[in-house]
């Protein structure tokens, strides 16, 4: 919040595969995930979020462990809010992707990427307050980590402007 007048800092972030994204001011945060999965927290009582998007459920080997991965993305976000003073609970989750075009692959990756955040986030006992997950079309999310509120586009082809920074200033 602008401390002059109350006024929430509007800002756009691209959360790109494989990334972590907290602010402690708001703003809003966009991805694109077709059978990666998005995973948003939200601090009830802080008003903050954050968000992650992985391409893969689950690794074990310590040594490859990155942020493209479910289990490492999922638990790196948790631990990011209870740092910055959130309660598991105080937290809210929410869970988009993890959908499934046979005519693309002939593995079903989007189906253990939804099985790993709620695994997850079900641990930490964190609740899981609205999911958009499973089909065959891709999503576009727009999260607003001040509010909670969360727009979904579902997509069946992404074009080069539903990435931000947006062609044409849109």
């Given amino acids: 919040m602008d401390k002059q007048d ?3 800092i509007r ?3 691209l959360l790109k595969p494989g990334f972590i994204y907290l602010s402690d001011k708001p703003i809003s945060i966009s991805t694109v995930v077709g059978s990666s999965v998005a995973v948003c927290l939200f601090d009830k009582k802080q ?3 954050g968000m992650n ?3 893969l459920p689950e690794i074990k080997d310590r040594e490859r462990a990155t942020a493209i ?3 490492v993305a999922t638990f790196a976000l948790i631990k990011m ?3 910055n003073g959130s ?3 105080h937290i809210e989750a929410q869970i988009f992707g993890g959908a499934y075009n046979p005519e693309v692959s002939n593995i079903n990756v989007g189906i253990n990427n939804i099985k790993a955040a ?3 986030l079900n641990s930490k006992r964190i609740k899981i307050i609205s999911e958009d997950v499973g089909g065959e079309v891709g999503r576009k999310i727009i999260f607003n980590t001040s509010t909670c509120e969360i727009a979904v586009l579902k997509v069946k082809t992404l074009r080069s402007s539903d990435w931000y920074p947006y062609e044409n200033n849109r």
Avoid: A, T
């Fill in 6 to 8: 109350n006024i929430p």
């Fill in 11 to 13: 800002l756009d972030y």
């Fill in 47 to 49: 008003k903050i979020g």
């Fill in 53 to 55: 998007h992985f391409q």
């Fill in 69 to 71: 991965y479910g289990n």
């Fill in 81 to 83: 809010m209870l740092s």
């Fill in 87 to 89: 309660k598991n609970s």
């Fill in 118 to 120: 709620r695994r997850i």
